[in-house]
């Protein structure tokens, strides 16, 4: 019976016959999802069988009948109360989109119902517009559309894929979804217009602007929205000694030169404190040229470590600022830290001779700083002596007699007396004494240049 059912249709199909067919069915589906085919009969027909085939519907074309209520990737359910029955199609690829037929067996002609399938690939757009912003700012997302569409639902959500943008809209033209979310619409500009407020890095990615249509696929623009981090126009560590000065620089944008300037210190940029005050070991100077500022710390104490804010908006516009750490050390502290770590690990032995190491290399340079700094004093004394020094050493070395020595001694006590200086000399003092020592007696060119004589 149903070949010749089948038969007779294919006949009624090539004569263009529309005696058993029941209107068209326009359906739009997405690649990967699934689509419902919804198909109604007449009242009497509740117990016959329904089914869905495709194309020429031939015995071969037929994909599901009831009873049965899942085949492959096709499934069925007949609801006799509102006498409708379904078959859903899941997993929809491009093949898939063409001509199908909801068909209801009965002796002689079925009764068939066309339906027309397009499937779409699941994913938006050609074109999609870039849009950046702050956290903790605001953005507003513009949408156009077409005139046809002007009184139907519009709304926003993220991601790529159209098929879920509905069920997952953040906002929406007759509901609000999410707070931060409100969507306006402009119906004589044709342009829908969502506005996110309270930015945060997580609100960066891609989102939808849809808009509702009577035939179930929807039309979508793509916007790619970058949300930046907050502050800066640049982000440093700064570190510096105990008792030493520091410099911190703060940029700012040319356009801001005429600005106020300030430089606060606290955790939260909401919540810091000014720092160049009257009388205060922070002073701002402003570099116009650099299109910067410089903030000079005098005298760094170790509680000057922490977080800074220096700026020239004090809108506080996101991007206007520096954030800089500071960092404070103290030689001292460090040197014991030094000492501490080689203590605890001596009895490991493993990390010791680095330890030592850099404690040797940091006492050596702080040694040497001393002796630079003493011997500025008495440079320039010691290098106007050091020729008569020089020719008194060679003088020891070249007379070896103890007359001479003696003669040496002599021209020693009248310097001394030339100098003011009336203190006997020890008889029994060695006459070959260190002459070295004269350096220190000598106290006048005059008699430099009678000693050479």
Same mark, same amino acid.
């Given at each position: 019976?149903?070949?010749?059912?089948?038969?007779?249709? *294919?006949?009624?199909?090539?004569?263009?016959?529309?005696?058993? @067919?029941?209107?068209?069915? $326009?359906?739009?589906?997405?690649?990967?999802?699934?689509?419902? *085919?919804?198909?109604?009969?007449?009242? +009497?027909?509740?117990?016959?069988? /329904?089914?869905?085939?495709?194309?020429?519907?031939?015995?071969?074309?037929?994909?599901?009948?009831?009873?049965?209520? /899942?085949?492959?990737?096709?499934?069925?359910?007949?609801?006799?109360?509102?006498?409708?029955?379904?078959?859903?199609?899941?997993?929809?690829?491009?093949?898939?989109?063409?001509?199908?037929?909801? +068909? &209801?067996?009965?002796?002689?002609?079925? %009764?068939?119902?066309?339906?027309?399938?397009?499937?779409?690939?699941?994913?938006?757009?050609?074109?999609?517009?870039? %849009?950046?912003?702050?956290?903790?700012?605001?953005?507003?997302?513009?949408?156009?559309?077409?005139?046809?569409?002007?009184?139907?639902?519009?709304?926003?959500?993220?991601?790529?894929?159209?098929?879920?943008?509905?069920?997952?809209?953040?906002?929406?033209?007759?509901?609000?979804?999410?707070?931060?979310?409100?969507?306006?619409?402009?119906?004589?500009?044709?342009?829908?217009?969502?506005? &996110?407020?309270? $930015?945060?890095?997580?609100?960066?990615?891609?989102?939808?602007?849809?808009?509702?249509?009577?035939?179930?696929?929807?039309?979508?623009?793509? #916007?790619?929205?970058?949300? /930046?981090?907050?502050?800066? #126009?640049?982000?440093?560590? #700064?570190?510096?000694?105990?008792?030493?000065?520091?410099?911190?620089?703060?940029?700012?944008?040319?356009?801001?030169?005429?600005?106020?300037?300030?430089?606060?210190?606290?955790?939260?940029?909401?919540?810091?404190?000014?720092?160049?005050?009257?009388?205060?070991?922070?002073?701002?100077?402003?570099?116009?040229?650099?299109?910067?500022?410089?903030?000079?710390?005098?005298?760094?104490?170790?509680g000057d470590a922490g977080t800074y804010w220096c700026g020239s908006d004090s809108r506080w516009g996101a991007g206007n600022y520096t954030n800089i750490h500071l960092s404070v050390v103290s030689l001292s502290n460090t040197i014991v830290a030094i000492t501490a770590a080689a203590n605890s690990t001596l009895l490991k032995g493993?990390?010791?001779?680095?330890? $030592?190491?850099?404690?040797?290399?940091?006492?050596? $340079?702080? &040694?040497?700083?001393? %002796? &630079?700094? /003493?011997?500025?004093?008495?440079?320039?004394?010691?290098?106007?002596?050091?020729?008569?020094?020089?020719? *008194?050493?060679?003088? @020891?070395? %070249?007379?070896?007699?103890?007359? *001479? @020595?003696?003669?040496?001694?002599?021209?020693?006590?009248?310097?001394?007396?030339?100098?003011?200086?009336?203190d006997d000399v020890d008889s029994d003092q060695p006459d070959y004494e260190n002459f070295t020592k004269t350096e220190e007696i000598y106290c006048n060119e005059s008699f430099h240049e009678a000693t050479k004589r």
């Open positions: 019976m149903w070949s010749l059912q089948s038969q007779l249709f *294919v006949l009624c199909i090539s004569v263009s016959c529309v005696a058993g @067919a029941a209107g068209l069915i $326009l359906l739009f589906g997405y690649e990967g999802r699934h689509i419902n *085919v919804s198909c109604s009969y007449a009242h +009497g027909y509740e117990s016959y069988e /329904k089914y869905l085939c495709k194309g020429d519907c031939g015995n071969s074309d037929v994909l599901i009948m009831t009873p049965e209520t /899942k085949k492959n990737k096709y499934s069925i359910h007949d609801d006799k109360m509102t006498r409708v029955f379904t078959a859903t199609i899941s997993d929809l690829l491009l093949m898939d989109a063409g001509k199908y037929w909801c +068909g &209801v067996s009965r002796d002689g002609t079925d %009764i068939y119902t066309e339906v027309k399938l397009e499937v779409k690939p699941d994913s938006c757009c050609d074109n999609v517009i870039q %849009i950046q912003s702050y956290e903790e700012g605001s953005v507003s997302i513009r949408c156009p559309y077409e005139s046809e569409n002007r009184n139907n639902r519009k709304y926003l959500c993220k991601g790529t894929q159209p098929s879920m943008c509905l069920q997952r809209a953040l906002s929406t033209s007759d509901s609000k979804a999410n707070t931060r979310f409100t969507l306006t619409d402009d119906k004589l500009a044709r342009m829908f217009t969502v506005t &996110v407020t309270a $930015l945060t890095l997580k609100d960066s990615g891609s989102y939808l602007c849809g808009v509702h249509t009577n035939t179930g696929l929807d039309v979508f623009s793509a #916007v790619e929205l970058e949300v /930046k981090e907050w502050c800066c #126009v640049k982000s440093k560590h #700064v570190s510096g000694i105990v008792g030493n000065p520091v410099t911190l620089q703060c940029p700012y944008p040319a356009q801001h030169v005429d600005n106020r300037k300030f430089v606060c210190k606290g955790d939260e940029r909401n919540n810091c404190t000014n720092v160049v005050t009257i009388a205060s070991r922070f002073t701002l100077q402003d570099d116009i040229s650099l299109h910067s500022f410089l903030v000079t710390v005098a005298q760094l104490e170790a493993a990390a010791l001779p680095l330890i $030592l190491t850099a404690a040797t290399a940091l006492l050596v $340079l702080i &040694v040497a700083l001393v %002796i &630079v700094y /003493k011997c500025k004093g008495a440079e320039v004394f010691t290098d106007r002596n050091k020729p008569e020094a020089e020719e *008194v050493m060679q003088a @020891a070395d %070249i007379y070896g007699n103890q007359e *001479v @020595a003696m003669f040496s001694k002599r021209k020693i006590s009248q310097q001394q007396r030339a100098c003011g200086h009336y």
